[in-house]
């Protein structure tokens, strides 16, 4: 495996690391890059020991900067100083990753340059404790869902990246566990395909060595979805609030019958407007400028708004019954095209 390099973050470890180790050294890895993430002295032994292990290097922050922070240390290391490697196998310091599956996502990259390589758990097992079946349930539902990522493991850390790939993914946010969260939304917005590599499913101690913060990492792992919602949340409630305004006190004789159409239009206007600064500052954070954006928002709120309005006028003249129906046309309308809204705004929009 000489074109593969091994990328090793580590926290405090303890004899683990150096079985990890010696397997990979066993295996013909001789790019073995080690991160030490601001391990404590007492913890710095195995450092010392492998820094004179053959293919090894050992980085060090001098404090703990967290996985993420980790990953793009081990990445720029290798853009800068091996480049003969075509690419790098993320792999956990616990010993919970098998050397064959190490070495099959190492061959998997090496087969399929172009994407990114996943090595994937059964969460159907009964050895697997249940915050990580839970949680990994719950992720892939949400990804598959709100953001259209249907894969099968979606907190796996062993993970295979090409060295085309890596400049990208050093640019990506996120210091801690949310990093390799962000990395496959980041993945999903540049068409990088995901290839799933089946590994054995491995809980040493059920996974008491983790470092994973349960509600802290958790937040932080759903915080671009959660902004969303809750910006959503927001704009709907704008939007609906300044609907039922207009559609309850504007003449219809008036407006020559179009008062639903102009109390729908005016509504979405003022609640797109708002919608879009949150989403463009606070939730997906884009570097793109708001001229690019913003012509694409635009066409995204007319498609919305469009279709928002005939679904209300089709059910208020399936089921009339006043302004108050209207209004609850309206929400019905608006929660179905909430999910399209989200995908089509992280990938296309910002």
Not at 174 to 180: C, D, V
Not at 228 to 256: K, P, R
Request: aromatic share 10%.
């Amino acid at each position: 495996m000489e074109e593969i390099a091994i990328i090793l973050p580590s926290l405090n470890p303890d004899e683990k690391l150096l079985r990890v180790v010696d397997k990979l050294v066993k295996a013909g890895f001789q790019d073995i890059i080690i991160i030490n993430d601001g391990s404590d002295e007492e913890h710095l032994e195995p450092f010392r020991q492998l820094a004179f292990w053959p293919g090894c290097r050992v980085l060090r922050h001098e404090h703990n900067k967290g996985k993420g922070r980790a990953l793009k240390t081990g990445f720029a290391y290798v853009l800068e100083h091996c480049p003969h490697v075509r690419g790098v196998v993320t792999v956990d310091g616990d010993d919970q990753h098998q050397i064959q599956d190490i070495i099959a996502c190492g061959q998997a990259l090496l087969q399929h340059p172009d994407s990114l390589i996943l090595g994937v758990r059964d969460f159907s097992s009964p050895q697997v404790p249940w915050r990580n079946r839970w949680g990994n349930n719950i992720t892939t539902f949400v990804f598959k869902a709100l953001c259209g990522i249907k894969i099968s493991d979606t907190q796996t850390g062993l993970r295979a990246l090409s060295r085309r790939h890596l400049a990208e993914f050093c640019q990506v946010e996120g210091e801690r566990f949310e990093y390799e969260t962000k990395v496959l939304l980041e993945a999903r917005a540049r068409c990088i395909p995901f290839f799933e590599v089946p590994i054995a499913t491995v809980y040493i101690g059920k996974n008491a060595s983790s470092h994973f913060r349960v509600l802290k990492d958790s937040l932080k792992i759903y915080g671009v979805i959660f902004r969303f919602m809750l910006s959503s949340l927001a704009a709907s409630l704008v939007d609906l609030g300044i609907f039922t305004l207009l559609n309850t006190t504007l003449d219809d004789e008036l407006w020559m019958g179009h008062r639903l159409l102009v109390a729908t239009v005016t509504a979405r206007v003022i609640s797109s407007l708002f919608n879009y600064i949150c989403n463009h500052k606070a939730v997906f954070c884009s570097k793109e400028s708001h001229k690019k954006t913003l012509v694409r928002y635009v066409l995204l709120c007319c498609f919305q708004m469009t279709a928002s309005y005939l679904m209300v006028l089709g059910l208020s003249i399936l089921l009339p019954g006043g302004p108050i129906y209207d209004t609850l046309f309206k929400l019905v309308a608006d929660i179905l095209l909430f999910l399209l809204s989200f995908r089509v705004q992280q990938k296309w929009i910002f």
